[in-house]
């Protein structure tokens, strides 16, 4: 019984800010790497950034470096994405996931296990 809630998505202007909420259950949070993926229309997934909790290892694509920020709350088995700066171009589909490896989020051929439902964030100029 494994699930991944992703939450927190809306329209915002350029500029703005939102802060992604993915909240897991029915496995051992610590011995997962958790975060979002993203698809626009027409486009193909992105990894955007994922944590690994048990030691705090973090990842960014290199198109949301320095604006996004990913963190855990271990107690609520939730993981946070807060997304400053955003751009038109971040507007899609997010998708909380979870994989045995970080290296999910870096390399097509090894995809997530888990999948959450999307959240649309969608950024106006």
């Known amino acids: 019984d494994v699930q991944l809630q992703a939450s927190g998505g809306g329209l915002v202007q350029a500029g703005g800010s939102l802060r992604l909420s993915c909240a897991a259950s029915?496995?051992?949070?610590?011995?997962?790497?958790i975060g979002w993926f993203r698809q626009a229309p027409g486009q193909e997934r992105e990894g955007v950034s994922c944590?690994?909790?048990?030691?705090?290892?973090?990842y960014y694509a290199d198109s949301v470096k320095g604006r996004f920020t990913i963190s855990s709350d271990n107690g609520k088995n939730t993981v946070y994405l807060q997304m400053n700066s955003l751009k038109p171009d971040d507007t899609a589909v997010y998708y909380c996931?979870?994989?045995?490896?970080?290296?999910?989020?870096?390399?097509?051929?090894?995809?997530?296990?888990?999948w959450g439902q999307g959240t649309q964030v969608t950024v106006s100029s």
């Open positions: 029915g496995f051992t949070f610590d011995d997962y790497a």
């Open positions: 944590i690994y909790s048990s030691d705090g290892s973090t």
């Open positions: 996931a979870a994989a045995d490896f970080m290296e999910s989020w870096l390399v097509r051929s090894s995809p997530p296990h888990y």
